[in-house]
């Protein structure tokens, strides 16, 4: 079962611009992750928001949590041909499970 | 930080045989273990709970004798792909929970399975 929607399904941006994607889920959660897969490969743990947070930075990467809204988004600053990747979140709303969203394919064009 | 493996990394098979992969913990113990299939341009769905000691517990939809899952130690999980069919072709990943950490799960790099 997908627990979280990311939208857009989709990005596409040229290189310097800000990206933005944003994921929506259904139970209530401990924490919610955000992760990177490159085509093909395994996946990069990004982040990890608590519930108890309502944002986190880390590097480039700025992550919001809104628990009332059961919504998180991701944004990039400063984009780069190197993030082109699919970007998912992920939950821990059924207990150990970590159910992930549908993911946001993200195009950085040069 | 933590490690987990996957072996094979990719493998070919032909329809009707059986596949086993791996995952390893390299440097913590995990009682539990997760078992993810990955189609083309799709998101990772969880397929099964690994729990050493006792039997897995499967999601909704998984055929249990055909995706046969073993975690006989804290560090070791096999999924093996009983009579393969190329609809079976697919990316499959493991992550493990640390035993010493509720919060943190790692993820195996992945296998690439394809079904001739």
């Known amino acids: 079962s997908q627990q979280g929607e990311e939208d857009p399904q989709a990005l596409s941006i040229q290189e310097g611009e800000n990206a933005t994607m944003n994921c929506s889920y259904k139970t209530s959660i401990n924490n919610l992750q955000w992760y990177r897969q490159n085509s093909g490969r395994g996946l990069v743990h990004l982040i990890l928001i608590r519930s108890n947070e309502r944002e986190k930075h880390s590097g480039r990467l700025r992550v919001t949590l809104d628990t009332s809204k059961k919504s998180s988004s991701l944004l990039i600053t400063a984009s780069r041909a190197a993030d082109t990747a699919s970007y998912f979140c992920a939950t821990d709303g059924s207990g150990d499970k970590i159910i992930f969203g549908k993911g946001t394919r993200l195009h950085i064009l040069p | 930080g933590a490690v987990v493996s996957q072996h094979p990394s990719w493998v070919i098979c032909k329809s009707g045989t059986s596949v086993k992969i791996e995952c390893r913990s390299l440097?913590?113990?995990?009682?539990?273990m997760f078992w993810y299939r990955q189609f083309p341009k799709q998101s990772l769905m969880l397929m099964a709970t690994?729990?050493?000691?006792?039997?897995?517990?499967?999601e909704q939809g998984v055929e249990k004798d055909k995706f046969l899952i073993n975690h006989a130690s804290l560090t070791l999980s096999t999924l093996t792909v009983t009579s393969a069919h190329p609809e079976d072709s697919s990316f499959y990943i493991c992550?493990?929970?640390?035993?010493?950490?509720?919060?943190?799960?790692?993820f195996g790099p992945g296998t690439r399975l394809t079904v001739l």
């Open positions: 992550s493990a929970r640390d035993q010493a950490s509720t919060d943190t799960q790692y």
């Open positions: 690994s729990n050493e000691g006792s039997k897995a517990t499967y």
């Open positions: 440097d913590f113990q995990a009682t539990t």
